[in-house]
């Protein structure tokens, strides 16, 4: 399994952006996508994630409210809906895929990885 993050950029506080994850290879064997942030200094902090089929979510306590994650399986791609950004919401932000069932927070639960796409939010 492949995975390509975008959508990525510049945006001010209160702003909105929408992340994008296009999963390709061996799809039919992922069961749940996520979404997880790295900011500068710090260790990577889960955000959200998805499982494949049902359609049920989970997100970190930080963006609940603010952030929706869905899925388009025609386009086999996850995205992130981000509103009301923060500035602590600046962060490289990755996508992850996982093949076992079940959805997880954890880390080393998922078994694919896209290269990241870096958010900044600053006026």
């Known amino acids: 399994v492949q995975l390509q993050a975008s959508g990525g950029g510049l945006v001010q506080p209160g702003g909105s952006l929408r992340l994008s994850c296009a999963a390709s290879?061996?799809?039919?064997?992922?069961?749940?996508m996520g979404w997880y942030r790295q900011a500068p200094g710090k260790e990577r902090e889960f955000v959200a994630v998805i499982n494949w089929s049902v359609g049920s979510t989970y997100y970190g306590d930080s963006v609940k409210g603010r952030f929706t994650i869905f899925r388009v399986n025609a386009k086999n791609t996850v995205y992130l809906q981000m509103n009301s950004l923060k500035p602590e919401d600046t962060a490289v932000y990755y996508c992850a895929a996982r093949s076992r069932s079940g959805i997880t927070t954890i880390i080393s639960e998922f078994d694919y990885w896209g290269q990241g796409t870096e958010v900044t939010v600053s006026s």
């Open positions: 290879g061996r799809i039919f064997s992922i069961n749940a």
